[in-house]
């Protein structure tokens, strides 16, 4: 399902756009119902469906949008800001032979997203493991909610 995503690109980032909406859309409706109360129905459906479309790790700090929807988490190294050296001429990677690197495939999905491989150029922050686990939506949202961005 991973090649499946990076080829459908364009459409997933529509829909992660569109799923975007409406959670912050709801923002009033989750604070009253409590965050914490909606941590585990959040990350069941989240694992449920971006295990299924991007074998997703469950980080906490997705940034599929970023990554022509190939996930770094995939990666054996868990590069979160383009591949490593040991890429192999037919984009396979070192560590894992046979494995399609997820960086060969983030470059193939990029250009098919609107901003194109423009966002592949964003130096992404590590991963903070104290959210593995938990849903990468709700810390979105409550990231946005602190920084007092729409």
């Not at 989750?30 to 295990?51: C, D, H, M, S």
Request: net charge positive; aromatic share 6%; glycine share 10%.
């Amino acid at each position: 399902m991973r090649r499946w995503a990076v080829r459908h690109a364009r459409l997933l980032e529509s829909c992660y756009e569109a799923t975007a909406r409406l959670i912050r859309g709801l923002d009033p409706l989750w604070r009253r119902i409590g965050y914490e109360r909606l941590e585990t129905p959040f990350a069941l459906g989240e694992k449920a469906v971006k295990g299924l479309l991007f074998d997703c790790r469950m980080c906490g700090n997705c940034i599929l949008s970023h990554t022509g929807m190939s996930c770094p988490m995939n990666c054996p190294k868990q590069l979160r800001n383009g591949p490593c050296g040991g890429v192999r001429p037919d984009g396979t990677c070192e560590v894992t032979p046979g494995m399609p690197c997820v960086w060969v495939a983030a470059w193939e999905g990029a250009p098919r997203m609107r901003r194109g491989a423009s966002a592949m150029t964003t130096v992404q922050k590590p991963v903070d493991h104290s959210l593995l686990g938990r849903s990468a939506w709700l810390n979105l949202l409550r990231e946005t909610r602190n920084h007092g961005a729409s």
